[in-house]
């Protein structure tokens, strides 16, 4: 497709339980970056790629987080041992340029 | 620590008339700011963006204007529509810096009244 996928849409997972979060970038798009957004606020940075090289993670929260980018295309933001705060949309965005960003639909995580 | 700040979680405006969406930011290094638009269930989508060299950029029926002495900048829509309706962000980046993520406000619920 032309546009930044993000999988699966939806996810429910029990407390405790790992997940993992997929993201297609548009094609040829070297950047690439994971956000958080939390109810009613604004989507907040996790960690940033450039191809395949991890160049930011400041934004995780915790060593629970990990993302990866073997390849430089495909990204999957993984959440180990998931707890109640952890429930958010996950946006994953890429760009050729540091000065847009286009965004995914996202991956909305709750956590039970 | 919310370094771009919008104080207005919503504003209502009748079709036809000017939308007026405001953000503050206070980080002096940020040389590049962007606006989202937002519908449910889907991601932000870029709608415009303005370099700290200008203080105003214009796309059709959207413009931003830029002051930086009061690290303020706004996003006017003119005429505004129905289907201008919804959330809206403020973001900025540190690219001179060498920052590539994006600082977002917390949004603007923007309802065009028709």
């Known amino acids: 497709g032309a546009g930044v996928s993000q999988s699966p849409r939806y996810k429910v997972a029990k407390r405790g339980q790992d997940v993992a979060l997929r993201c297609d970038p548009i094609?040829?798009?070297?950047?690439l970056f994971w956000y958080q957004q939390a109810l009613g606020q604004g989507p907040e940075f996790l960690t940033y790629?450039?191809?395949?090289?991890?160049?930011?993670k400041s934004g995780l929260p915790s060593d629970r987080f990990f993302a990866e980018r073997p390849e430089g295309s495909v990204s999957t933001l993984k959440i180990q041992r998931t707890q109640q705060e952890d429930s958010a949309v996950y946006l994953c965005?890429?760009?050729?340029?540091?000065?847009?960003?286009?965004f995914g639909q996202g991956t909305r995580l709750t956590v039970v | 620590d919310q370094q771009v700040k919008q104080n207005s979680p919503s504003l209502s405006v009748q079709e036809g008339r000017i939308s007026i969406l405001n953000c503050d930011y206070t980080?002096?290094?940020?040389?590049?700011f962007l606006w989202y638009k937002k519908y449910p269930a889907e991601g932000p989508t870029f709608l415009i963006s303005?370099?700290?060299?200008?203080d105003k950029n214009e796309d059709g029926r959207f413009t931003v204007f830029l002051n930086k002495s009061a690290k303020h900048l706004s996003l006017h829509i003119v005429p505004s529509q129905p289907g201008d309706s919804a959330v809206y962000f403020c973001?900025?980046?540190?690219?001179?810096?060498?920052?590539?993520?994006?600082?977002f406000g917390t949004g603007t619920r923007l309802t065009v009244i028709p």
């Open positions: 965005a890429s760009s050729l340029r540091p000065s847009e960003a286009f």
């Open positions: 094609s040829g798009h070297v950047s």
């Open positions: 790629f450039q191809n395949e090289a991890q160049l930011d």
């Open positions: 980080n002096s290094m940020f040389d590049y």
């Open positions: 303005i370099s700290s060299i200008k």
């Open positions: 973001a900025a980046s540190a690219i001179a810096s060498g920052a590539n993520n994006l600082f």
